[in-house]
């Protein structure tokens, strides 16, 4: 039968996209380090240009209410993988002091690649891990069919790490003589390359824009009106990762995958002080449960299911991705997986329109937070000031975002009921929560965050 033209226009309505996709598009999920929330070219950047990330943005949702389920590196990516508040597992911090072999995500937990791996998608990762050093922990024993990149939190970009901080094939040490993130950006490629003729699922875990602030002269030479030198080379290696995602784009569209393929975009958490990254007018930095801390860049991209060119501003959660991708997938979401992410795509369809949460949750040890349409309740702390002590909300404050975005005006006192509603949703949450598996780490000087 001949499809009339009125009867594709039909089929490609936003109700009809998700219904007409493909049942296994590919997914490329990409996870940048450390960005601030003003640093790309979407949030209104003007030093640092994103043509690429500005481009995702333009051909798919970009979030405006974005948020990581942590402040820290490694709990974030710990929710990502397993689609569920990683405080439900005991991975609210990094791993700090304790031996690396008991670090780990836990084994308990199902991740996401081996959801997609079950469904009969190759699965690659390339870049940064933070997940545990240990073999059992490793990339390849955990979902992904292959894994270039290195194990630990931080990483050199010119230089081969050392031990468990090695750049890995797989298990096995190689020695990579490119600047790290364009090692990546090539690793991906080819990744995208061998699997073209097959679903697959690529991660892609940037170490960019995190410290040590090295860049490449190439990048360094795009910022020379950029006189603050911290500034610069942060700018150098977000212009870096924003061609790697360039050269990702580009590549799935050579090889005539674009339309069929999910792009997603976060970043891991909110900016710190320390590598001259800017969140704009949000309140606070990376390792707090301020805005600046767990609000991020938000990017998802699938033209053959979502639509282009829209913004959604209703709250949504790195949690969301990994139930999202497996939607996407066709598998079928089991309740017994318990997952706390919900499927955004009826939400950016237009196909439901109320918000995907009516709460979102954050325990970071003394800092918690819980939003609830455009309210706040929140108790935070300074850069590295506050991960040691009591979870609760004594004297939390509590903001209306909406018009607030900065956190500045505390409305407690003004509005004992929405105090008391908000505290109630937050308690519930966190008796459903276990006590951390690993300390905070000791603030000190350089940790490896
Ligand atoms: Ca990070």
Redesign the pocket.
Known sequence: MRLSLFTLAATLTAAGLAAAAPKKPNVILIVG??MGYADIGAHGSKDIPTPNLDKLANAGVRFTSGYVSGP??SP?RAGLLTGRYQQRFGHEFNPGPNPANEFGLSLKETTLPTRLKDAGYKTGMVGKWHLGSAEKYNPVNRGFGEFFGFLGGAHDYFQDGQGQNAIVRGTKPVEEKEYLTDAFTREAVAFIDRHQKEPFFLYLTYNAV?TPLQAADKYLKRFENIKDEKRQKYAAMMSAMDDGVGAVLAKLESAGLEKDTLVAFIS??GGPPINGSSNGELRGY?ATTWEGGVRVPFLVKWPAGIPDGKTFDQPAIQLDLHTTILAAAGVDVKADWKLDGVNLLPHLTGEKKDPPHAALFWRFGPQVAVRAGDWKLVKAAGFREGRKGESNLDGALLFNLKEDVGEKTDLAAKNPEKVKELAALWEKWNAELVAPTWGPPAAKKKDK?
Do not use: A, V
Request: charged fraction near 40%; glycine fraction near 0%.
């Open positions: 380090d450390d820290y590196c974030t995190h891991d958490n990376k965050n």
